[in-house]
């Protein structure tokens, strides 16, 4: 388990990285990826500050899927739900928030034998468009193009994207969506769309 101060340092990282460093993705890999079962979601999380997050949470709570809604800070959701969670049985977590939740929940679950399969960079641009930069399987990125129809309701279009995401952990392909999109005055600049599954020896795992 990361102790508090360990925790404490890799929410420092986070806020140090440049929003270039930030927004890094894997290389893609030219091999057709294998496509499973949508992954088990645990919980997924919003931020209660923006709006687009909001209604993002509101369209996966309407699919059946857990929320928890956090203020920019998960230290209260992995002391007291996570870590222990996570412990027991490696299970999927899926979010639309800032990159900082993102990397912290990144970092954790590297110990639990868990990657993100997902990722979505949602970039407002000053034209009154927004670029949705896409890294995740052949599957998902085929859906997401429905996102250049979605214009300012995409968090819901890709609510209904990330609970459909396989288990996988391949990065086939990248893509780049751009919608019209005006921003809220409360949504920060950049938001990410995740999520984080076992991959490997870690989806057979479970501790009674």
Request: charged fraction near 25%; proline fraction near 6%.
């Amino acid at each position: 388990m990361a102790s508090r101060r360990e925790f404490l340092q890799i929410g420092v990282a986070a806020l140090a990285l440049p929003i270039s460093a930030r927004a890094g993705l894997t290389p893609a890999n030219s091999a057709a990826a294998s496509e499973s079962a949508p992954t088990p979601l645990y919980k997924v999380i919003f931020d209660e500050r923006f709006a687009t997050s909001r209604a993002f949470a509101g369209e996966v709570k309407r699919l059946g899927a857990p929320i928890y809604g956090i203020k920019g800070d998960i230290t209260d959701l992995w002391f007291h739900d996570l870590d222990a969670r996570w412990k027991k049985e490696p299970i999927g977590i899926a979010g639309l928030t800032e990159h900082g939740p993102l990397f912290c929940l990144e970092r954790l679950a590297w110990d639990h034998g868990m990657r993100v399969v997902y990722r979505a960079d949602h970039t407002y641009r000053s034209d009154g468009y927004m670029e949705h930069e896409l890294s995740g399987s052949e599957g998902m990125l085929r859906e997401a193009v429905n996102l250049s129809s979605s214009g300012p309701d995409w968090s819901s279009r890709v609510a209904s994207l990330m609970t459909r995401c396989p288990a996988s952990r391949a990065q086939a392909s990248k893509m780049t969506v751009v919608t019209p999109a005006a921003k809220p005055a409360d949504d920060p600049e950049h938001l990410v769309s995740w999520v984080i599954a076992p991959v490997g020896a870690a989806r057979k795992f479970s501790r009674s």
